[in-house]
């Protein structure tokens, strides 16, 4: 008899919980509802409507976790300017890796009107949050070139990694010296945490300078993860390292690049 009383009272709790939609999907699930392969898409728009442009301008953001109501006004600030090429952001949509977080972000950014490229940080990676990201935006590493210059965009996220993949990831590095050598002739390294951050492979950070001195014309390199404006020659090579302020702060970089030469400014909405 006791045995029948607790499978009535399993049943009914499982029909209680049905009704009161308490069973819900995993936070982490891969089943991702809407626009996927967002990076990939977008650097084929840039690389079309900026080849053979000289002057290319684009707006620097990042670490817009949690910072819902900012990333809004973002977009419509960005939307109501008619001079950026495209927006790049460098990563940390998310503070736990979550699936929600990551399509939350995504539907904000897909109001920009300009296209835009999205780098993993260090947030992001937690738990399996490196799947989604690769669902959502595309591969951890990648690149594109806007005009005459190579945007090479990595993954700097060691300290979250359990090394069964090269952070950095030096093969990419050197393959993208070669690939279409012949379509840019200065460079651009974009990442979301810098060397000497506690999250960069610092064992490694004067042998991956070296590596990005050895593409042509490197230019300066992007990062955020710090959440302020930093401008700092880290190795002292004359190769600046420009931090933008997390979109809470209301702020984010304006890059303006022309043939040999660069500038930046802080832009507040």
């Avoid at 050197?174 to 979301?192: I, S």
Wanted: with cysteine; glycine share 6%.
């Amino acid at each position: 008899m006791k045995i029948i009383h607790a499978f009535w009272f399993l049943l009914i709790g499982i029909l209680l919980m049905s009704g009161c939609e308490m069973f819900d999907v995993h936070p982490y699930d891969g089943d991702i509802k809407g626009k996927r392969d967002i990076n990939i898409s977008n650097i084929q728009r840039i690389e079309e409507e900026m080849r053979d442009k000289d002057t290319i301008r684009y707006a620097l953001i990042s670490d817009s976790q949690r910072w819902y109501d900012e990333l809004d006004d973002f977009v419509d600030f960005a939307n109501n300017r008619d001079d950026l090429d495209f927006i790049v952001h460098t990563g940390d949509l998310t503070d736990f890796g979550v699936t929600k977080e990551f399509l939350l972000q995504r539907d904000i950014l897909e109001g920009l009107h300009r296209p835009y490229v999205a780098l993993i940080g260090n947030h992001d990676v937690l738990a399996n949050g490196d799947d989604i990201f690769r669902i959502v935006f595309g591969p951890l590493n990648f690149s594109f070139i806007a005009g005459r210059t190579k945007f090479v965009c990595l993954n700097t996220n060691a300290l979250e990694s359990d090394y069964s993949n090269p952070i950095p990831d030096f093969s990419f590095i050197q393959a993208q010296r070669d690939a279409d050598k012949d379509k840019f002739d200065q460079t651009v390294f974009v990442m979301h945490a810098k060397p000497t951050s506690e999250q960069f492979n610092n064992n490694v950070k004067d042998v991956f300078q070296y590596s990005i001195n050895l593409f042509p014309n490197l230019l300066y390199a992007n990062h955020g993860h710090d959440h302020r404006y930093q401008n700092e020659d880290i190795f002292n090579d004359g190769i600046y390292y420009y931090g933008t302020p997390n979109i809470g702060k209301r702020q984010f970089l304006l890059f303006t690049i022309t043939k040999n030469s660069y500038t930046h400014e802080i832009i507040s909405f």
